[in-house]
C-alpha cells in the first residue's frame, strides 16, 4: 500500500492570515494520524508564511508521543537554517527541493547535471544522520540516472503538470505516461519512488493504479481542499482508499 503523507502547510497558510490559534496544525495533524495518515509532511519556508519551525517541533513531539512509528517528513531548500532544523527534529525523511525563496509552491525538479555535487554532499551527511533522503524531480526518465548517483534514497516525482491536467484527458493520459516512465527507470537506478502535488482523490488512484509500486504521496493543497467538504477524517479516508486502488479502469 502506497503511504499517504498529508502535507500541513494549507492548515498554517490559514491559521497565518489571522495569526491566531486556530486552525490548530498540530490537532488536524492528530485527526489526520488518527484516520490512519502514515505520515505528515511540512516545508518551513524562510518566510515562515505557512508552517514554522515551532509548528515542525510541535509535530514531532506530537507524533512521538502519540504515534510512534508514523513518519515525519520534512521539504525544503539544503541551506545552512534547514539541515540544522531536520536534525534537530530527527526527520524521518528530508525531502530535497530546489525552491527559491520567493517561489509560492514547488514548481520544478532539480537540475541533477548543474546540482549534483552539492546534493551528494548533502545526501551523505543527511544519511550519517540517519534520515532517509528523497530529491524532489521532474518526471523526466532520462534524469533518473543522475539522481541515483547522488546517492539518495528516493526521488519525489513532481506531479503539478499531471495534476493540471485534469480538465483535458489526452494532455492527463500523456503526463501519466510521462510518471509511469520515471518511476519505471527511477527503480531500475535503484531509486524508490514518492510522488506528490496537486494530486486529488481521482488522480492519485490513477497515477497508484498504474504504477502501485509508488512508495509515498504527499498530499496538501487538494486534501485540504476536500476537507472544507467532508473534514479531515472522512478525506484522509478517501485518500487511503485511492492509494490502495489496484484497478487499471480508473
Known amino acids: 500500500m502506497t503511504l499517504l503523507s498529508v502535507n500541513m502547510n494549507v492548515a498554517a497558510l490559514l491559521r497565518n492570515r489571522r495569526d491566531h490559534a486556530w486552525p490548530d496544525v498540530v490537532a488536524l495533524g492528530r485527526i489526520a494520524l488518527e484516520a490512519g495518515a502514515g505520515g505528515l509532511t511540512v516545508h518551513p519556508r524562510p518566510d515562515e508564511r505557512h508552517t514554522r519551525p515551532s509548528d515542525v517541533y510541535n509535530l514531532r513531539t506530537m507524533m512521538t508521543d502519540e504515534f510512534p512509528g508514523r513518519e515525519l517528513n520534512v521539504e525544503g531548500f539544503p541551506?545552512?537554517?534547514?539541515?540544522?532544523?531536520?536534525?534537530?527534529?530527527q526527520a524521518d525523511q528530508v525531502t530535497l527541493v530546489p525552491d527559491t525563496p520567493e517561489q509560492s509552491t514547488s514548481d520544478h525538479g532539480w537540475d541533477f547535471t548543474s546540482k549534483g555535487e552539492m546534493l551528494r554532499e548533502v545526501t551523505r551527511d543527511l544519511k550519517k544522520n540517519g534520515?532517509?533522503?528523497?530529491?524532489?524531480?521532474?518526471?523526466?526518465s532520462e534524469q533518473m540516472k543522475s539522481a541515483a548517483e547522488t546517492g539518495a534514497d528516493r526521488v519525489e516525482l513532481y506531479t503539478g503538470p499531471y495534476g493540471g491536467s485534469y480538465h483535458d484527458a489526452n494532455a492527463q493520459k500523456q503526463e501519466l505516461d510521462r510518471l509511469?516512465?520515471?518511476?519505471?527507470?527511477a527503480e531500475e537506478h535503484g531509486l524508490v519512488v514518492n510522488a506528490g502535488h496537486d494530486l486529488t482523490v481521482d488522480g492519485a488512484a490513477r497515477l497508484i493504479a498504474r504504477a502501485p509500486s509508488i512508495a509515498e504521496v504527499s498530499i496538501g493543497h487538494a486534501l485540504f481542499c476536500d476537507t472544507v467538504t467532508y473534514g479531515m477524517a472522512e478525506t484522509v479516508r478517501r485518500y487511503l482508499l485511492s492509494c490502495t486502488t489496484k484497478s487499471d479502469s480508473l
Do not use: S, Y
Open 79 to 89: 541551506d545552512a537554517r534547514f539541515l540544522a532544523l531536520v536534525r534537530d527534529v
Open 131 to 140: 534520515h532517509r533522503v528523497a530529491l524532489f524531480a521532474d518526471p523526466d
Open 180 to 185: 509511469i516512465a520515471a518511476v519505471t527507470e
